[in-house]
């Protein structure tokens, strides 16, 4: 996924998912976990260490106020998080100004912990066309890229490389076409959508 073992990864709005746990089971065991829900917090900590996942750190924090120094991480990640910030956004291609703000405070604080060359992973159910706008606002130097998975209901991952926006390459980022999958709505629920997506295929 563009992560590797020896990297520090924040994980925003995790919630009650298991996406930290399947990282950790891929050897990627220095995380950072953070929510703004002090219950889904405490519950996280509790279903951690339950499953002997002790290195995972959960904390209560906000990520329009990251509370992290700058170029700390070498990954940020984010599943289902962003798309709270949109949740009153009113017209999708016109977005609230408060929105705007709240998006951007978001980008500008994941852009600003991110080491020089590090990644922004951004798995959503927003499609391009209202995600682009943000992630290619002009105070941002990562590249955009982004797949697209699922039939009929799609689901989009976007990665980020800090450092590396090309002007040249903007329109055309698309990677190509990945693999389909059937999704069906408890698969959605429980998350095994994600688990069965094969990012070894997103050659990132
Ligand atoms: C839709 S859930 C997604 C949870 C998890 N990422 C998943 O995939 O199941 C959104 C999560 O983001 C958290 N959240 C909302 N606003 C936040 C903020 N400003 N900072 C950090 N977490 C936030 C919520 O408490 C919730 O746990």
């Not at 990864?9 to 089971?25: A, I, P, R, W």
């Not at 951690?48 to 991480?73: H, Q, R, T, W, Y």
């Not at 009153?88 to 852009?111: C, E, F, I, Y």
Request: aromatic share 12%.
């Amino acid at each position: 996924m563009g992560i590797v073992a020896r990297n520090v990864v924040l994980e925003l709005g995790c919630g009650n998912s298991q996406l930290s746990e399947e990282l950790y089971k891929d050897g990627i065991t220095k995380i950072t976990c953070i929510d703004l829900s002090a219950v889904a917090v405490e519950n996280k900590k509790k279903q951690l260490l339950s499953k002997g996942f002790k290195d995972i750190k959960v904390l209560d924090a906000d990520m329009l106020d990251l509370p992290f120094s700058n170029e700390s991480f070498d990954a940020v990640i984010e599943k289902g998080t962003m798309e709270v910030l949109f949740v009153d956004s009113g017209d999708p291609w016109n977005p609230r100004p408060a929105t705007v703000t709240k998006v951007m405070q978001m980008l500008k604080g994941v852009h600003r912990v991110l080491k020089q060359d590090g990644i922004f992973i951004s798995i959503s159910f927003g499609q391009p066309h209202f995600r682009r706008p943000f992630f290619d606002a002009p105070e941002f130097t990562w590249s955009l890229e982004w797949n697209t998975f699922g039939d009929g209901f799609h689901y989009f991952v976007y990665i980020l490389k800090k450092g590396k926006r090309s002007l040249e390459s903007e329109g055309t980022r698309e990677k190509y076409e990945t693999p389909s999958i059937c999704l069906f709505q408890d698969e959605l629920e429980s998350e095994d959508y994600i688990f069965r997506t094969n990012i070894d295929e997103l050659n990132c």
